[in-house]
């Protein structure tokens, strides 16, 4: 993110409404942790997974 590393979590889990899917980014900076979060019922399809993570690739920090 904004030419740092940063890390991915990609899990899936069954909830009382059906299966879920979750994508999570995140990245230390400083004393803050930045966390991006993608929540899908059911289970996101691979064009939706790398349209969603291009948008959180895409993040500048405004300082």
Known sequence: LDGEPARALEY????????MHQV???QVRGQRLLTFTVTAAGELREEQKTALLAVVESFKSAS
């Open 12 to 19: 899936t889990w069954r909830s009382t409404e059906g299966p």
């Open 24 to 26: 999570v980014v995140m």
